[in-house]
């Protein structure tokens, strides 16, 4: 639940600036966008889409010296996509309440459905 965990994020002190979104999901402009807006966050789709594989390489590159910090290599290395900007958050934020109750209260589906496979 993208929402709770930036709010257990956000309350142990840390300030989330944007989500850089990789992976399966990222490839779907619909879904990036319904993450943007339920956690009125900007969400930054990197060019490369082998996200291991280019981190491994960024931290070989830190590790052999070619660049000094992690955040260079990054600034230097890593070129953003697309950008998506929370748009319908204040519609998302009236109802959100209804939707935490509701996930909560099927906890226990959850687990009952995933202990079938």
């Given at each position: 639940m993208p929402t709770e965990k930036k709010s257990g994020?956000?309350?142990?002190?840390?300030k989330i600036n944007k989500i850089i979104s990789v992976g399966g999901g990222a490839k779907s402009s619909i879904?990036?966008?319904l993450?943007?807006?339920f956690t009125n966050q900007i969400i930054e789709i990197p060019e490369y889409e082998e996200a291991s594989?280019?981190?491994?390489a960024i931290i070989g590159a830190?590790?052999?010296?070619?660049?000094?910090?992690?955040?260079d290599a990054?600034?230097?290395?890593?070129?953003?996509?697309?950008?998506?900007?929370?748009v319908e958050c204040m519609e998302?934020?009236?109802?959100y309440d209804v939707f935490t109750?509701?996930?909560?209260?099927?906890?226990?589906?959850?687990?009952?459905?995933?202990?079938?496979?």
């Open positions: 994020l956000r309350d142990s002190g840390v879904w990036t966008q993450k943007s807006d594989c280019y981190g491994a830190v590790s052999e010296g070619f660049f000094p910090t992690f955040k990054i600034d230097n290395c890593v070129t953003i996509a697309k950008k998506y900007n929370p998302y934020s009236k109802t109750a509701l996930y909560h209260s099927l906890e226990n589906v959850y687990h009952l459905n995933a202990n079938r496979l």
